[in-house]
């Protein structure tokens, strides 16, 4: 067991203040790795101190390994917390923080190097008795798609094998179209993660996504934390998420709870991460898609309904603690809701919209959170997510979640950029919404009229 005493935190946003709050619990100093544009951000003002790594491209700054450590080791850091996002889910991290006798707050790279590659996963997955989709073929070319895609069958997905955040996925409805969606996947994915490499599953039409939050140590040990629907989804970006899932029986809760602890435990998961699956609400059957080797950006709606502070987990259990807590200590109460405010205009398409804040009043009451970086007068860049806050509602249960969500969202005020608060405050009032009949595609269908393509 090493002691923690100095982290180095190689992230920006509202992710570095989360971890520079969950260092103040637990007497960790905090060292903030920031680019030159956000210097004067909220984290650089609350941590301990803040130290500049680089210019704004994210290739010269968050993404550069060398120049991270170089400023862990130059600040005296023990640590090194990714967050997500980055080089979150990249060995590298972990392999050089080794190598310089840093702590990498994460999972081991062996792990992220196993669930990174999507069929990799997908066979880890197999080997837990955890059911896959149909399909699930490594195709070379675009002839092998064509082959792969009769016996599959259509509608399909053509996924990246070193995929993640739902870049290089593209929707095919007929054999006419895999020419094009090939190519544009191939490109997608050689561009985002360096690797063209294509598999096909089947499309789930009227599918939900539900993920499995666990936390494993180093002694064997692996624990969930419950479900979180995340559902509503626009081109496979996340939008809003909820837990406990509207839809699903106590049962069918245990079997997909279960089965993200069995994919965890197969591995010898360490650190805290999410096992997601797709629900197909036709057949009422579940399927991996895959494990986030990280925090998730959702994590917060299951500290509300657990109050386990995930964070800190995480920082403890890299240090060598085991875990805190037995399943029996997870119990589950009420129901939580997060919404993710980006700087951006949904009705001109969800174009990005940076700039000056004006003026920034976040709600205040009884269940509801924010977390957020912003303040009033803060500068939005337009070199990194659009992510400015996370507005997340606690209540016994979910029409009392969604009260406070629409109490939240009518006394957010953000001035001076465009944000997603007006989109939720439509969203939430629809009787599909309300009613929980809503698929991952339902926000496209229904708001934007998109394709299945998309």
């Not at 399909?135 to 082959?147: I, N, P, T, W, Y």
């Not at 096909?200 to 969930?224: L, P």
């Not at 507005?391 to 957010?412: K, P, Q, V």
């Not at 439509?426 to 595609?441: A, H, M, Q, S, Y």
């Amino acid at each position: 067991m090493k002691t923690i005493s100095r982290i180095l935190i190689a992230n920006r946003g509202e992710i570095a203040v989360r971890i520079i709050r969950a260092c103040r619990r637990l007497g960790i100093e905090a060292i903030v790795a920031v680019s030159e544009p956000d210097r004067e951000s909220l984290a650089a003002r609350i941590a301990d101190r803040a130290v500049c790594i680089g210019p704004a491209p994210s290739v010269r700054s968050y993404l550069d390994i060398n120049t991270l450590i170089t400023a862990a080791l130059g600040t005296g850091a023990d640590a090194v917390h990714p967050g997500y996002g980055f080089l979150a889910e990249q060995p590298g991290l972990p392999d050089a923080c080794t190598q310089n006798g840093l702590i990498f707050i994460g999972p081991t790279a062996e792990n992220i190097r196993q669930m990174g590659d999507k069929l990799m996963a997908r066979k880890v997955a197999q080997e837990s008795g955890v059911p896959t989709t149909p399909g699930s073929v490594l195709v070379g070319d675009f002839s092998e798609a064509l082959q792969v895609a009769q016996e599959v069958g259509y509608p399909l997905l053509l996924k990246a094998a070193a995929g993640g955040g739902g870049r290089g996925i593209k929707i095919v409805t007929n054999a006419t179209e895999m020419s094009n969606a090939f190519e544009t996947a191939s490109a997608e994915a050689r561009q985002a993660f360096g690797d063209d490499r294509l598999y096909i599953e089947k499309f789930i039409a009227n599918a939900r996504h539900i993920e499995v939050q666990i936390i494993g140590d180093r002694f064997g040990n692996v624990i969930h934390l419950g479900e979180r629907d995340c559902s509503l989804q626009r081109r496979h970006q996340k939008l809003l998420e909820e837990t406990p899932c509207p839809v699903i029986d106590t049962k069918l809760r245990e079997q997909i709870c279960n089965a993200g602890a069995a994919v965890a435990r197969h591995i010898h998961y360490e650190n805290v991460g999410t096992v997601e699956f797709l629900f197909d609400q036709d057949n009422r059957s579940i399927y991996f898609l895959e494990m986030n080797t990280r925090i998730q950006v959702e994590h917060p709606i299951t500290e509300m309904v657990t109050g386990v502070d995930l964070v800190k987990e995480g920082i403890t259990i890299a240090g060598g603690s085991p875990l805190s807590l037995k399943q029996e200590d997870i119990k589950p109460v009420g129901h939580a809701m997060e919404c993710r405010i980006n700087a951006e205009v949904p009705e001109e398409g969800f174009r990005a919209s940076p700039g000056r804040i004006e003026r920034w009043v976040q709600p205040r009451c009884q269940g509801i959170r924010v977390d957020s970086h912003c303040y009033s007068g803060y500068f939005v860049p337009p070199y990194y997510d659009s992510l400015v806050a996370k507005l997340i509602t606690h209540g016994s249960d979910r029409n009392e979640a969604l009260s406070l969500m629409r109490y939240a969202l009518a006394n957010f005020v953000v001035s001076g950029i465009g944000t997603t608060i007006p989109f939720f405050k439509i969203l939430l009032e629809t009787p599909d919404f309300i009613n929980g009949k809503i698929n991952t595609k339902w926000v496209e269908k229904v708001f934007y009229h998109e394709g299945e393509g998309s």
